[in-house]
């Protein structure tokens, strides 16, 4: 059994308590044993030196969406991006977006939401979620991988009413196919109520689901209704004087008080300069259901934009019946006028948002662009040349939203969110193999401690660490990752923490990899070397649970 010698760091092992100079021992896929410094060193058949930097779990990204690349060839280029960054472990399928369970009538319909996810086409020669966790761990992935099961999916894979409440007999069905793929290994189920099929689901149907995610256990993540003050989620009429996304979020607490579901609210964010004053009340609402006993906690990435699919700020209505909508003049017309509305109340415009990637065929030369620049390269407004992007990609066009939480030269809000104790860290990002990159896939956790933790001084190092790691997989019930520990697996990340940062020009320019990442080891294999991936086969496994 290949054994390896990490030494002379200084080990955070990822429990919160203060660090200690020493070395760690792997053996095989384990950690044989934490040495403090003083102490004999034994011999090795690989010793990697470490002085100068720090010897840690490695990290834990609570919000991916790369188990649209697990079985395909392309996840063993993109998902290096990750490695670089010191990620070892995904959670998926969040966003109620998972490849399976899966049936071949729900394919079209899951696949319109998972499009800007995608890079390769599937097989789908799986149906269950046992099924889709045997094709990955076939697939050699690069990273660990913990599975959600998707609201959207178990509807499309079970049911034949797409929109609204479903037939008795229809839920019954879901639900029981929810308690199989949790069975299965699947580590909880997650909501997407800024999407269709869920932002036409009844409080009553998402209950239900929580009560079964609550009797296996496990936790429900929820990318809650509406992110901003104004939304196109709820009627522009209807209860004009609260806020869309302190309903959307007093609605899942509710579930969550009434059910016991464990709920972990995924990208806790406010989209528009007029919807960072909210995040105040936000937090408050959700520490006041902690004080009462609700198990809910947060999670965020510590950037001010991130990416959607281009039809993310499309209303209900228009989506409803997106054939007609698209070829009805008066539709258009309704949409740019609730749509300039909108972006007046939130504090938003058609030149926060960038195109990353056009999904149509030689327009790659947009990317990077913003919808203003596009429409003034096509001779057209922004507006047509948004409605454009959309129609011709059939919704494949990935996007970087701005305001996120604040803008350049403003993070108050975005701070706020990432000082709670509660707030766990995630990159929610796409990979693509060309356009214009999310910083998030290339530098989420070196920007936390680096901006956040060396900088910015907003928490401790070891408390980030513990957020990255134990606290993460806690959540998830993965009970061999997250620490430095004898028997535990051997993912572990050696970073420089005089150097670690992201490396995201400002303005328009692509974000490059991070620095300060030296070595990452994936159950005791050396993936990234010098700070760059290694060539080879995926030493990561499925995490189920």
Not at 343 to 359: W, Y
Not at 371 to 391: D, K, N
Not at 523 to 534: P, T
Request: proline content about 5%; charged content about 20%.
């Amino acid at each position: 059994m290949k054994t390896t010698l990490i030494r002379d760091g200084y080990i955070i092992d990822g429990t919160g308590a203060r660090g200690f100079a020493g070395h760690l021992l792997i053996e095989g896929d384990r950690i044989a044993e934490v040495i403090r410094a003083g102490e004999d060193l034994p011999c090795a058949d690989a010793v990697i030196d470490a002085k100068g930097g720090v010897i840690a779990p490695g990290f834990i990204d609570m919000h991916s969406h790369v188990d649209w690349l697990l079985p395909t060839d392309a996840q063993a280029s993109l998902l290096t991006a990750l490695l670089e960054q010191g990620v070892t472990t995904v959670v998926a399928g969040n966003c109620g977006i998972s490849p399976a369970p899966m049936r071949p009538g729900g394919i079209s319909a899951i696949e319109r939401l998972a499009i800007i996810a995608m890079e390769e086409p599937l097989p789908y020669d799986w149906s269950s979620m046992a099924e889709y966790l045997e094709r990955v761990e076939g697939c050699a992935p690069l990273v660990n991988v913990a599975e959600l099961v998707g609201h959207a999916a178990l509807r499309y894979a079970t049911a034949e009413t797409r929109r609204g409440a479903m037939r008795p007999h229809e839920l019954r069905a879901c639900l029981e196919r929810a308690r199989q793929s949790l069975d299965e290994g699947a580590c909880g189920l997650s909501l997407g109520l800024g999407y269709d099929p869920g932002m036409f689901s009844p409080l009553e149907e998402l209950a239900a689901f929580a009560a079964v995610t609550a009797g296996a256990g496990k936790p429900m993540t929820v990318h809650l209704k509406a992110l901003s003050r104004v939304s196109p989620c709820y009627p522009m009429t209807d209860r004009p004087l609260e806020a869309h996304n302190i309903r959307a979020l007093r609605e899942i607490l509710d579930i969550g008080r009434a059910t016991g579901v464990r709920l972990q609210l995924s990208h806790f964010l406010f989209v528009g300069r007029k919807s960072w004053r909210t995040a105040d009340v936000c937090l408050r609402m959700v520490e006041d259901a902690r004080s009462e006993g609700l198990d809910v906690m947060i999670d965020a990435f510590p950037f001010t934009c991130g990416n959607t699919t281009v039809n993310a700020m499309l209303p209900y209505w228009y989506l409803a019946d997106l054939r007609r909508s698209s070829r009805s003049t008066s539709r258009r017309v309704r949409l740019r006028a609730e749509l300039e509305l909108g972006f007046r109340l939130v504090g938003f415009g058609l030149s926060d948002l960038r195109l990353m990637s056009s999904g149509v065929p030689g327009w790659d030369d947009l990317c990077g662009l913003t919808v203003e620049e596009i429409g003034r390269r096509w001779g057209t407004s922004a507006f047509s040349a948004l409605l454009q992007l959309g129609e011709r990609s059939r919704g494949a066009a990935v996007m970087l939203f701005s305001t996120y939480s604040g803008d350049t030269g403003d993070e108050s809000a975005l701070e706020a969110v990432l000082s709670r104790p509660f707030c766990l860290f995630e990159t929610d990002a796409v990979l693509h193999a060309e356009g214009h990159p999310n910083p998030a896939a290339l530098g989420t956790f070196p920007r936390i401690l680096g901006r956040h933790v060396r900088e910015r001084g907003l928490f401790g190092l070891e408390a980030a660490i513990h957020r990255m790691t134990a606290a993460s997989a806690e959540r998830y019930g993965l009970s061999d990752r997250g620490r430095l520990a004898r028997g535990m697996a051997a993912d572990v990340v050696v970073f420089d923490p005089r150097t670690i940062s992201d490396n995201t020009p400002s303005g328009a320019e692509p974000a490059r990899p991070p620095v300060g990442v030296g070595h990452v080891l994936v159950n005791g294999v050396l993936v990234v070397d010098g700070g760059m991936a290694r060539p080879g086969e995926g030493a990561g496994r499925v995490l189920r649970t």
